[in-house]
């Protein structure tokens, strides 16, 4: 008798520390189930969050290369302007890509900007004497606009200035000016588009595609 009641004591005993080795087994690999479960979903999240950084990246540069090729697009159009502002004879009428003419706006376009820009270039240089470079198809206009753009020039200035105009620019080139050969003046219709995109690009952005959000300061 006391050896059965000795036995079942220790069966007893031998199943609750088989239930507890039991439970502790079962925690364990609970705990490394839930580990590697947490591990791989941080990791399926991390490649989501990759993925959509990806797509966004693409998209962004793909907006960015149509932006560029749209402006792109615009400054080849103005230069095309410029072309045929160039070579067009009295009478002629040109699209204006940023709106509507001026109100003082002529037919005669190419001889007024040209009176224009050489009064503009008499007044940086405040010389006595200029040397005025022009295509040769252009040298009889640009002899008649130095001639408008001096009298101009001493209307505003009080000054004569005396004007030589040399026939010796290619004909992808539109006008320069020298002054006394001491200092040179790029006042072509090519420079002065050059300027245009470089210093004004970020405000023709903000037209065309609205304010950059990501950009506090504009030059």
């Known amino acids: 008798m006391a050896t059965l009641e000795k036995a079942r004591e220790i069966k007893v005993k031998a199943d609750e520390e088989f239930a507890i ?4 087994l079962v925690k364990q ?7 590697q479960y947490e591990k791989k979903l941080k990791g399926a999240q991390v490649s989501q969050k990759i993925a959509q ?6 998209s962004r540069l793909r907006l960015l290369h149509r932006r560029e090729e749209h402006l792109q697009d ?5 230069r095309s302007q410029l072309v045929s502002l160039s070579s067009s ?3 002629s009428y040109l699209p204006f890509p940023f709106g509507m003419p ?31 470079y022009s295509r040769k198809s252009d040298l009889s206009i640009v ?3 130095a001639s408008n753009a001096a009298d101009k020039y001493n209307e505003t ?10 026939s010796t620019l290619s004909d992808d080139m539109r006008a320069l000016i020298s002054g006394t050969g001491r200092i040179t003046l790029d006042n072509t219709l090519d420079e002065r588009l050059r300027l245009l995109e470089d210093r004004m690009l970020p405000e023709i952005r903000k037209d065309l595609f609205g304010a950059n959000e990501n950009r506090k300061f504009y030059t």
């Open 21 to 24: 080795e039991k439970a502790k």
């Open 29 to 35: 690999e609970q705990l490394a189930i839930d580990t």
């Open 53 to 58: 950084s990806t797509l966004t990246n693409k």
């Open 74 to 78: 615009l400054f080849s159009t103005c």
């Open 89 to 91: 004879d009295k009478g």
């Open 102 to 132: 001026p109100a003082d706006f002529v037919p005669d376009a190419y001889a007024e900007f040209l009176v224009g820009i050489l009064t503009q270039g008499f007044l940086y240089l405040m010389e006595p004497s200029v040397i005025v």
């Open 143 to 145: 002899e008649e606009a």
């Open 157 to 166: 200035s009080g000054r004569d200035i005396k004007v030589d105009v040399q």
